[in-house]
C-alpha cells in the first residue's frame, strides 16, 4: 500500500512515490537534465525566451507545411502557454504561408453545468486559440474554421475519431504542478486504486472525456489565470487522453518554468528517462511513447537548493 497525499488526501499524485525517486530527481542539475536524452527522448535548452517561444511557434509551421487536401496533417496545441500562439500567425503572415490544409485540435476545455464553456467566457481555451492566434491569420493563408477541433461534450468520439482520419504530426502542451499534458490529471484514490495508481497500461487507454481535476490543477489555474480566486475556475474539465496522444507522431513539452517549479520539471524528465512509468505522475507515461522532447527555458529550470526569501 503506497503512502497518502501530503497535499490532497484521497487523490494519487507525485508525493505519494518512493522518495527515492523523489530525492534523484531534486539532485539534478541543468547539465544533468540535458544527459537524461535517450533513443526516443529528447532534452533541449533554449538560452532566451525569444528562441524558446519561436521554435515552438514553428512547429505548428513546420505541422502544417506536410498537410495536403489528399492526407491533411495537423498540430494539437496548449492553453498554457499562449505567447508561441501571435508568433505563428505573425510567421504565417510575414512569410505568406499557405496553411489551408492543415489542422488544428484544441487539447481541452473547461466544463461547466454539463457542458464546454462557451467561446465567450472569459476562461475559455477554445476563445484564447481563437483571439491570440487563428482570428490574426490573414483569410488567405488560414485554414477554415472546420478544420479547427475543440472539445466539446457532444463531439468526444468524432474528437477522437478525426486522429485516425488526419495525421496529428504533434501534440504539444506544457506541464502542470499535478505533472499532467492537457488534464490528464492523477485519478482519486479509490475503489480498486485505493492502495495503488492504475497501472500504465491502463491509464493509456482513456480517450478523450470529461475529468474531475486534481485540487493542484484548481489551485494552478487559480493563480496562473484567475489572479488566484480560486472559485472561480471550473473544476472538471474536457481534456485529450493518452488514447490520442499515442496516435500523435511526437509529444512536445515545453516548460519556460512558469507553470511548474524546479523540482516538477526535474522529476518528469527523470521518470520519462528512466521509464518509471507511473500514473500518479501522469506525464511520466510518456516513457513508453516513441517521440517525446521537453523544450527548457534554461534561465527558468532554477534550483532545488532551499532558500529563504
Not at 118 to 144: G, Q, T, Y
Not at 159 to 172: E, G, I, W
Request: glycine letters at 8%.
Amino acid at each position: 500500500m503506497r503512502g497518502q497525499s501530503l497535499v490532497a488526501p484521497g487523490w494519487w499524485d507525485y508525493t505519494t512515490l518512493d522518495r527515492e525517486i523523489l530525492d534523484s530527481a531534486a539532485k539534478l542539475t541543468a547539465e544533468d537534465l540535458l544527459q537524461l536524452s535517450r533513443p526516443g527522448f529528447t532534452v533541449k535548452f533554449y538560452d532566451t525566451l525569444e528562441l524558446f517561444y519561436t521554435a515552438e511557434a514553428l512547429e505548428y509551421l513546420d505541422s502544417w507545411k506536410q498537410s495536403t487536401e489528399s492526407e491533411p496533417v495537423g498540430i494539437c496545441g496548449p492553453v498554457g502557454p499562449t505567447e508561441q500562439l501571435p508568433l505563428v500567425a505573425q510567421i504565417v503572415n510575414d512569410l505568406e504561408i499557405d496553411v489551408r490544409s492543415g489542422h488544428f485540435w484544441g487539447m481541452d476545455e473547461w466544463y461547466i453545468d454539463g457542458r464546454e464553456v462557451p467561446v465567450d467566457h472569459p476562461l475559455s481555451f477554445a476563445r484564447a486559440d481563437l483571439e491570440l492566434c487563428f482570428n490574426k491569420i490573414d483569410k488567405k493563408f488560414r485554414m477554415p474554421d472546420e478544420n479547427l477541433h475543440f472539445p466539446s461534450a457532444d463531439n468526444m468520439k468524432a474528437y477522437t475519431d478525426l486522429y485516425d482520419s488526419v495525421r496529428c504530426a504533434v501534440m504539444q502542451g506544457g506541464q502542470g504542478e499535478v505533472k499532467h499534458w492537457a488534464f490528464n490529471d492523477p485519478p482519486k484514490r479509490e475503489g480498486e486504486y485505493s492502495d495503488n495508481p492504475p497501472p500504465p497500461e491502463i491509464y493509456r487507454e482513456l480517450k478523450t472525456r470529461i475529468v474531475e481535476l486534481h485540487p493542484m490543477t484548481v489551485i494552478q489555474n487559480a493563480r496562473t489565470s484567475g489572479g488566484g480566486v480560486v472559485t472561480n475556475v471550473p473544476s472538471k474539465a474536457i481534456t485529450v487522453g493518452p488514447v490520442e496522444t499515442w496516435k500523435s507522431g511526437k509529444v512536445s513539452i515545453w516548460q519556460a518554468g512558469t507553470h511548474d517549479n524546479p523540482f516538477g520539471m526535474r522529476l518528469t524528465a527523470f521518470m520519462i528517462s528512466k521509464k518509471l512509468a507511473d500514473s500518479s505522475v501522469p506525464m511520466s507515461l510518456l516513457a513508453d511513447h516513441p517521440d517525446v522532447q521537453f523544450s527548457f527555458y534554461r534561465s527558468g529550470i532554477g534550483t532545488c537548493e532551499t532558500e529563504m526569501h
